[in-house]
């Protein structure tokens, strides 16, 4: 059974850095698509990043091109989302989330449970 647990969230100042952790376990995750979404307080949850698990390819939603970068590491089977220049509008709840690939595009099959990042201003 896939599990996608992350951790990392807190609160922070603008203008500082967050890295979120997924930990990924329960398959081999060779041929899949790792994403990062995020949802707001009265908002639809909307897509951050993702990254290829096999060719390493990332893409990135146009507003986090620049301040996010996508990262995975094959021997901890975890993705890292890096954070920087944070913005009080990027305070979320962030979930990891996978697929089988190559298609980046929603549905993802499989969501982890959630971290709160909290921009100050």
């Known amino acids: 059974q896939v599990q996608l647990v992350e951790s990392g969230g807190g609160l922070v100042q603008a203008g500082g850095s967050l890295r979120l952790s997924c930990a990924a376990s329960?398959?081999?995750?060779?041929?899949?698509?790792m994403g990062w979404f995020r949802q707001a307080p009265g908002k639809e949850r909307e897509f951050v990043a993702a990254?290829?698990?096999?060719?390493?390819?990332?893409y990135y939603a146009d507003s986090m091109k620049g301040r996010f970068t996508i990262s995975r590491d094959n021997a901890k089977v975890t993705v890292y989302l890096q954070m920087n220049s944070l913005k009080p509008e990027d305070s979320a709840v962030y979930y990891c989330?996978?697929?089988?690939?190559?298609?980046?595009?929603?549905?993802?099959?499989?969501w982890g449970q959630g971290t709160q990042v909290t921009v100050s201003s």
């Open positions: 329960g398959r081999t995750f060779i041929g899949y698509v």
């Open positions: 989330t996978a697929r089988r690939g190559p298609v980046v595009s929603p549905p993802y099959s499989y």
């Open positions: 990254i290829n698990w096999s060719s390493g390819s990332t």
